[in-house]
């Protein structure tokens, strides 16, 4: 059974999932009941979400449903309408959009509350989703708990059914079968009783019970249900009736499909199966008979092997133009490596033939399955099938070729055609994976032939298949004879430079394949883009692993630049390696700049990452350090990230203004730290970043916080500036003078001290006092000549 889209199984919820069940509000008494108060608010925001027709208000609405109903379970947890808010809080939380709330929701809702219509709509809930995405082991059990709280009897089978289902699809059909039976015997299961005693039906087919699954799908197939489960049911009756050798029962339910109503989705495999029996019983024109009747096609392999039956029908007629056509439609259905697309080609040969076609292969073809096995020890069938091969192998089937070879005796050939045999043998065989036989053939070849013109492409051959066989040694030995001789193609020269520097590589030889892959860039003009590319990385690889990071750089990089899609990341990562090792953070961060734009930063380690972070942020690159920081921090499981990243990502985001995503930063901090010095750091951070989102009150208050730890030094001067700043937009500016005064007095920062003279000559232009913001104004120039204003 194909899984069903999400939207159809939600359509087809029972009751207690179409609809919210009916909250069990308690009876207000004499004394007021401040819990179904508080319930009642939030479902009344619920129902008027339902109601409402924009789908922005309706999220709106659905969302504060929610944040109500979530207040209302932590406040009276044990109320009569708690289990009733679980549930709506999950669907508030699945109708706004957000699935992964309400799936915890609901899956809390079963843990606590064990029965009861809530629990049935949520198990129903959570197993739908499962079942969209092919979870079936998670799906079935909440399937089978849907089924045992149906809030109606005809939940119950439904659940079953589904439950049945899923164990179907993972394999388990003892727990399938056990579902199915439950459907069956349900007095309210009517409306599924006829497809689960089917499913029934296939599953003991599958165990090999033919009887009894023959009985199954006949009670289904003879009985008044829907057409499409008969159909189903009568065409496995057929497969049933076959195999027990029922071939007249098995006919009936065919034909029966094939004349019915509403059963057009089984006629194509019915008309399959009984084209076949027909087939098997040498009824050839039966078979067409029924091939014609219908218009309905099957798909795929299935529409092929009809096909395939009628066309072979036709060939026993003696109508090969028409069987041609058929047989040439089954290889367009299935893909070549498909067993009827290798048959129908063979039979289209053959009625290739029969209608004079003029191809070489199809009519040594039909010429090996008239005369084959009548002279199997023929020259003429030998050259015969030489022809073949050499035809196959033009025409690059070298497979089939290949199989040709295997069956020609060389000694039944004449000497002319020996060395050819023995070359085109020998290539065709290594194409075709046979690395031993071709060099068995090759060898032949180079010994007995040393004067022919293909000796050199013969030794380039025999060369890869010694190293496709585990035999580098004799493969670089035969690569070398190439190098060095100097009536040897270029090409081929190019070749033996660049397997033979492969194959040292394959081998872990990486001093050689420095020497073989520079050989190449050195002694071989016109290369390709690509192999100048394969040689510049992989000489630069061999660099980095013996440890020259240095002189490697050039050739990644040239590597990347020839062919960017194959080695822009491996060179990349590569080059952050040695970048990292060095201790070179500019050209670090520009690679890790790269390995983000081509999505490959996760294959960057992350100490190299972290450490890119911190060097960006001393340098003073704030945005740079935040980028590389957000890489490493892991927001899911924030206790696995070092409290130094939290710090300087937060820091970082705040140099940037990135002010509302620097605080979820900072909480993660501030969990984990003890340390109070650093704790005031962190709510200093706060306190600057809700500043800078003007939210001045819990910035005060954050501030406030962080003073109580009695901070040192520069955390304790930040902190009076940020005072001076929330003193400035209450407009207490006496506050504010006092703050920055302080800093100006008692503190000698760098960065700080200037900082709270500029702010505290501001607070003194405010108030009017001209002389004294001169007079402070001449301070900072003279102190901190080089200092300018953020």
């Not at 289902?165 to 006829?194: H, I, T, W």
């Not at 189903?232 to 076959?242: F, G, K, N, P, R």
């Not at 990230?641 to 900072?666: D, S």
């Not at 913001?773 to 900072?780: H, I, P, R, T, V």
Request: glycine share 6%; net charge neutral; charged share 25%.
């Amino acid at each position: 059974m194909k899984a069903f889209p999400l939207l159809f199984l939600l359509l087809t919820l029972p009751a207690a999932a179409q609809q919210p069940p009916r909250a069990g509000i308690v009876p207000e008494d004499l004394r007021a009941d401040a819990g179904n108060d508080f319930f009642a608010r939030a479902k009344n925001l619920y129902d008027t979400a339902q109601a409402s027709v924009d789908f922005e208000t309706r999220r709106d609405l659905y969302l504060r449903s929610a944040d109500i109903f979530s207040e209302y379970i932590n406040q009276f947890p044990n109320h009569a309408n708690t289990e009733a808010a679980w549930w709506y809080l999950g669907s508030s939380f699945y109708q706004a959009g957000l699935p992964d709330d309400a799936k915890r929701c609901f899956s809390t809702l079963l843990n606590r509350y064990a029965r009861g219509k809530y629990a049935a709509a949520a198990a129903y809930t959570l197993a739908a989703d499962h079942y969209n995405k092919r979870e079936y082991a998670f799906a079935a059990p909440l399937f089978e708990r849907f089924a045992q709280n149906a809030a109606k009897p005809g939940d119950k089978p439904k659940g079953d059914l589904f439950a049945a289902n899923c164990y179907r699809l993972l394999g388990r059909d003892r727990e399938a079968v056990a579902a199915y039976k439950r459907v069956m015997v349900d007095p309210e299961g009517a409306l599924f009783k006829d497809q689960a005693q089917t499913e029934v039906g296939k599953l003991t087919l599958k165990a090999g019970k033919l009887q009894e699954a023959l009985d199954l799908f006949r009670g289904v197939a003879d009985s008044p249900a829907v057409a499409k489960f008969r159909g189903d049911a009568a065409l496995h009756a057929a497969i049933a009736a076959t195999k027990l050798g029922e071939t007249a029962m098995a006919e009936k339910y065919l034909r029966f499909i094939l004349d019915g109503q509403g059963m057009e989705e089984f006629r194509p495999d019915a008309q399959t199966a009984l084209m076949e029996n027909h087939f098997a019983k040498k009824e050839y024109q039966a078979v067409l008979d029924i091939y014609r009747k219908s218009s309905l096609k099957g798909e795929g392999e299935k529409e092929a092997f009809r096909l395939m039956i009628a066309a072979r029908a036709m060939m026993k007629l003696k109508r090969p133009a028409e069987a041609s056509e058929l047989f040439r439609e089954v290889e367009r259905l299935v893909k070549p490596e498909n067993d009827l697309a290798f048959q129908a080609s063979y039979y289209r040969l053959n009625c290739f033939f029969q209608i004079e076609g003029k191809h070489v292969a199809d009519q040594v073809d039909a010429f090996l399955q008239i005369y084959g096995k009548l002279h199997p020890d023929d020259t003429r069938i030998h050259t015969a099938m030489l022809m073949k091969a050499e035809t196959l192998f033009a025409e690059n089937k070298t497979a089939e070729a290949a199989k040709t070879y295997a069956k020609i005796d060389p000694a039944l050939l004449s000497e002319a055609n020996r060395p050819g045999l023995l070359y085109q043998r020998g290539w065709c065989l290594a194409e075709a994976g046979d690395a031993q036989g071709a060099i068995r053939s090759l060898t032949d070849f180079l010994a007995k032939y040393p004067d022919d013109k293909r000796v050199h492409p013969a030794l380039a051959k025999r060369a890869k298949a010694y190293a496709e066989s585990g035999e580098p040694a004799k493969a670089v030995a035969d690569f070398d004879r190439l190098t060095m001789d100097k009536a040897a193609p270029a090409d081929l020269v190019a070749l033996a430079w660049l397997e033979s520097a492969r194959t040292r590589r394959k081998e872990g030889n990486i001093e050689n394949m420095l020497v073989r892959y520079k050989g190449l860039l050195e002694k071989v003009d016109d290369l390709t883009d690509n192999l100048k590319a394969e040689a510049n990385y992989w000489i630069g690889w061999g660099m980095v692993k013996t440890n020259q990071p240095k002189e490697a750089a050039p050739f990644l990089n040239t590597a990347r630049e020839l062919r960017a899609e194959a080695y822009s990341k491996h060179a990349g990562l590569l080059l952050a390696l040695s970048h990292f090792a060095a201790q070179d953070p500019k050209s670090l961060a520009a690679e890790i700049d790269l390995a983000i734009k081509g999505k490959y930063i996760d294959d960057v380690p992350q100490q190299a990452v972290q450490w890119a972070g911190m060097q960006s942020y001393n340098a003073g690159d704030f945005e740079a350090a935040a980028r590389f920081l957000q890489i490493v921090a892991n927001p899911d499981e924030p206790r696995a990230t070092q409290k130094e990243v939290w710090r300087y990502l937060a820091k970082a985001l705040i140099e940037t203004a990135q002010f509302e995503a620097a605080l979820p930063a900072i909480a993660n901090l501030l969990d984990v730290e003890d340390n109070p010095s650093w704790k005031a750091d962190g709510l200093l951070d706060r306190a600057r970043a809700l500043l800078g989102l003007k939210r001045h009150v819990e910035s005060r208050n954050t501030a406030d916080e962080a003073l109580a730890l009695r901070p040192q030094g520069r955390t304790s001067a930040y902190l009076r500036v940020v005072s001076g700043d929330l003193y400035v937009q209450e407009n207490d500016l006496g506050k504010a003078a006092a703050d920055y005064l302080y800093v100006n007095n008692f503190h000698e920062d760098a960065d700080l001290k200037p900082l709270a003279i500029h702010k505290y000559i501001g607070v003194l232009e405010k108030q009017g006092n001209a002389a004294e913001a001169a007079k402070f104004a001449s301070k900072l120039a003279a102190e901190f000549p080089d200092w300018k204003a953020p």
